[in-house]
């Protein structure tokens, strides 16, 4: 990497005044010339701007041909530095970056727009980081589960640790590279530039905490060029799936997200990426959609005339989560006890509740079971009853599971596996999941465990 930093270094050094195209106007002055081949279908190419989170249209022009040779040609003035798009519609672009330099070529076939070339100094360097940030994180994967293994084997894991550090060190590299060689892709790289853990912990207590606050230590929020690349978009997305999967409760991981969101002025086409990436994240979330409602709720006020049928869809699953988050009346459950009586979950209400998803199948819950027994037989005479919901499809292995694991409060099946109906109801994509409801039937919290949980339920028979 540090020849390749080097030789672009040296290209913009001895190509200055070719690539920054500044005249005496203080304009910005940029020529896009472009030549295809297999263009009998089309006339018009068009150059559009990421913005936010779209791509949105800019210029057109039309295709001269001479002897089944297609040409086109832009000539632009004054535009951001940002990521652009060549193509026939928005969904059929070949990206590229405009903004600092002057002249641009663009090779190809109509037929195949996503693979033409585009051929500058900046082009080719953001080809060569998008292939060198692919290596790196392909690497990152084959780490993480190689760690997988290396609990239990210290010298393993003193190696990973290792490698771990020597990929931070490329990381930071293509990071300070980037800003040097075009800062706009510097800015960009900052997004998808997150260390390890292992090596950069310093004082948090663990990697929950440490990868809430440093996942975008790289990242002016305020910085309103941001508004130019997909990456704002994307990693948000990334976010918000992964915080809602590090054990922080929901509130918690609002605390995050909106201190993101606040560093965004609430007005620009940042924060609707920041945004929308969030609301898209969260819709990911398996097993709490508490904050999907909240910024699902939020985007679908503040952007009233964005895509009505994105806001149809979110609103859609918006009400269906609804039911399910943390305050609402926990939907409805009635099934068929192993004795063959129907059994509803109302019919538990006075007492706090937990509703335990599981099935026989399942190898976590089985091991869970103990736990949930030693809670049952603590608190069952204080006004504390389990309610189990098994995702069986076998009844003989269901009856024996129960009285192998000695668990002796209700259950209820439909016996249809991953197609029962509670489990649809309340949103169960993964087992074992708990849900505790408070005597009047109210969701308190889902998935706690341990002595979250038990210090929840004595909270709850207070």
């Given amino acids: 990497m540090k020849n390749l930093f080097i030789f672009f270094t040296l290209i913009l050094t001895l190509t200055a005044q070719s690539i920054f195209g500044h005249t005496n106007d203080g304009l910005s002055r940029i020529q896009i010339k472009g030549t295809l081949v297999g263009c009998t279908e089309v006339d018009t190419i068009y150059l559009y701007q990421w913005y936010g989170i779209n791509m949105r249209q800019l210029h057109m022009t039309t295709l001269t041909e001479k002897?089944?040779?297609?040409?086109?040609?832009?000539?632009?003035?004054?535009?951001?530095?940002?990521?652009?798009?060549?193509?026939?519609?928005?969904?059929?672009?070949?990206?590229?970056?405009?903004?600092?330099?002057?002249?641009?070529?663009?090779?190809?076939?109509?037929?195949?727009?996503?693979?033409?070339?585009?051929?500058?100094?900046?082009?080719?360097?953001?080809?060569?980081?998008?292939?060198?940030?692919?290596?790196?994180?392909?690497e990152f994967m084959r780490l993480l589960k190689q760690m997988r293994s290396a609990m239990r084997n210290p010298q393993l894991k003193m190696r990973l640790d290792s490698q771990f550090a020597a990929l931070d060190v490329r990381r930071m590299a293509l990071y300070e590279e980037s800003k040097k060689t075009a800062p706009f892709l510097g800015k960009s790289q900052g997004?998808?530039?997150?260390?390890?853990?292992?090596?950069?912990?310093?004082?948090?207590?663990?990697?929950?905490?440490?990868?809430a606050n440093e996942y975008f230590k790289y990242v002016d929020f305020s910085d309103e060029s941001l508004?130019?690349?997909?990456?704002?978009?994307?990693?948000?997305?990334?976010?918000?799936?992964?915080?809602?999967?590090?054990?922080?409760?929901?509130?918690?991981?609002?605390?995050?997200?909106?201190a993101i969101l606040k560093k965004t002025a609430p007005h620009s086409a940042s924060y609707q990426a920041a945004l929308?990436?969030?609301?898209?994240?969260?819709?990911?979330?398996?097993?709490?959609?508490?904050?999907?409602?909240?910024?699902?709720?939020?985007?679908?006020?503040?952007?009233?005339?964005?895509?009505?049928?994105?806001?149809?869809?979110?609103?859609?699953?918006?009400?269906?989560?609804?039911?399910?988050?943390?305050?609402?009346?926990?939907?409805?459950?009635?099934?068929?006890?192993?004795?063959?009586?129907?059994?509803?979950?109302?019919?538990?209400?006075?007492?706090?509740?937990?509703?335990?998803?599981?099935?026989?199948?399942?190898?976590?819950?089985?091991?869970?079971?103990?736990?949930?027994?030693?809670?049952?037989d603590k608190y069952k005479d204080q006004g504390f009853e389990v309610f189990g919901v098994s995702l069986d499809g076998d009844?003989?292995?269901?009856?024996?599971?129960?009285?192998?694991?000695?668990?002796?409060?209700?259950?209820?099946?439909?016996?249809?596996?991953?197609?029962s109906g509670a489990a649809a109801d309340y949103g169960v994509r993964s087992i074992p999941t708990t849900i505790l409801i408070d005597q009047e039937g109210r969701i308190l919290a889902k998935n706690l465990k341990g002595a979250a949980l038990e210090a929840k339920i004595q909270q709850a028979l207070k």
């Avoid at 997150?194 to 663990?206: A, F, H």
């Avoid at 130019?228 to 997200?257: C, H, R």
């Fill in 276 to 376: 929308l990436g969030t609301v898209i994240g969260y819709s990911k979330a398996k097993k709490d959609k508490t904050n999907f409602v909240k910024y699902g709720e939020l985007f679908l006020a503040k952007y009233p005339d964005y895509d009505p049928k994105f806001r149809e869809n979110v609103q859609k699953q918006i009400n269906r989560s609804k039911s399910t988050i943390v305050g609402a009346v926990a939907p409805e459950i009635s099934q068929q006890t192993p004795d063959g009586k129907t059994a509803k979950l109302s019919d538990l209400r006075g007492k706090v509740v937990l509703i335990d998803f599981w099935a026989s199948w399942c190898g976590p819950c089985r091991r869970e079971n103990p736990k949930v027994v030693a809670l049952y």
């Fill in 227 to 258: 508004q130019y690349t997909p990456a704002l978009f994307q990693q948000m997305q990334s976010y918000a799936t992964t915080i809602a999967q590090v054990g922080f409760d929901p509130e918690k991981q609002s605390e995050y997200v909106d």
């Fill in 67 to 138: 002897k089944g040779v297609y040409n086109f040609t832009f000539k632009l003035a004054n535009i951001p530095e940002g990521f652009y798009g060549i193509g026939t519609s928005p969904d059929d672009v070949k990206p590229l970056i405009l903004g600092t330099e002057a002249k641009i070529t663009v090779s190809g076939n109509c037929e195949s727009i996503k693979a033409m070339k585009v051929s500058s100094p900046v082009n080719d360097y953001y080809q060569n980081l998008m292939k060198e940030n692919g290596n790196v994180n392909n």
């Fill in 191 to 211: 997004l998808v530039t997150y260390l390890s853990y292992v090596n950069n912990k310093g004082d948090y207590k663990n990697e929950g905490e440490y990868f």
């Fill in 395 to 419: 009844k003989k292995r269901w009856l024996a599971a129960i009285e192998k694991d000695n668990l002796t409060w209700t259950h209820v099946s439909d016996l249809k596996k991953w197609k």
